[in-house]
């Protein structure tokens, strides 16, 4: 089983500063990873998949990179909404898996 | 737009059966992947397993032997079930659609809180 391993686990910045979250593969998963945001009482929402693809409807501030085994989310510029928890995830195929990362807490300084 | 519509009961006993059902509105359930995830203080997200185009099911070695997916296209509808609960089964459950490659969870149900306490 692939393991996502996120660091840091909480990242404290202010509003206007840039954010820098890593995700690392136990083993290659080429560029089948995505990024979700979650907010209290709300279901995860996604972000980036493909490791850079963004998806409908999230702002350019958002960005993803990186292949193989490590992976990084930037949010460039934050903003008093991004202050919550990012997941990283990937999917094996044989046997059928999904697995997310343990989350990093944006949370404000 | 798409939308995932959830309901089930919130509060199990030790023992029971848990049963989910997830309703897809604005879409087909036709050609997608279909998936159960939790999230639990202690564990965070966990994958529950899948349902794929053809009605293939794929779980977790974890949950295997308790969980179970199912749905109803006539109804436009899936269903979790999990059997035996304990506490430790105590979550926030989420139906999601995975895509047409079951990898990346592009919409999702509100999320129900379910609490496993005698």
């Given amino acids: ?5 996120q660091t840091p686990a ?9 954010a820098t979250l890593s995700c690392r593969a136990s083993q290659s998963i080429r560029n089948w ?14 972000l980036i998949y493909d490791a850079s693809k963004r998806a409908t409807g999230i702002p350019a501030r ?25 997941y990283c ?11 997310f990362g343990q989350g990093t807490r944006l949370e404000i300084k | 737009q798409v939308q995932l519509q959830q309901w089930g009961p919130g509060l199990l006993k030790p023992a029971e059966t848990l049963s989910l059902t997830c309703a897809v ?16 203080p202690g564990k965070g997200l966990e994958w529950l397993g899948e349902m794929n185009q053809r009605g293939i099911t794929a779980y977790p070695s974890a949950l295997k032997s308790r ?17 035996s609960v304990t506490a430790a089964d105590t979550a926030v459950y989420y139906c999601a659609r995975g ?8 919409y999702w149900g509100q999320g129900n809180l379910v609490t496993v306490s005698s």
């Fill in chain 1, 89 to 99: 995830q990937q999917r094996d195929n044989w046997p059928p898996s999904i697995t």
């Fill in chain 2, 25 to 40: 509105y604005g879409g087909s359930l036709h050609g997608y992947f279909w998936d159960w995830i939790r999230l639990s």
């Fill in chain 1, 10 to 18: 909480t990242l404290s910045l202010s509003p206007g500063e840039s």
């Fill in chain 1, 1 to 5: 089983e692939i393991v996502l391993t």
């Fill in chain 2, 99 to 106: 895509g047409q490659s079951g990898y990346r969870l592009d």
């Fill in chain 1, 62 to 86: 958002f960005s993803g990179s990186g292949s193989g085994t490590d992976f990084t989310l930037t949010i460039s510029s934050l903003e008093p909404e991004d202050f919550t928890v990012y």
């Fill in chain 2, 67 to 83: 969980v179970s997916i199912s749905a109803d296209e006539s109804k436009n509808q899936i269903f979790l079930r999990l059997t």
């Fill in chain 1, 33 to 46: 990873l995505a990024w979700y945001q979650q907010k209290p009482g709300q279901p995860p929402r996604l």
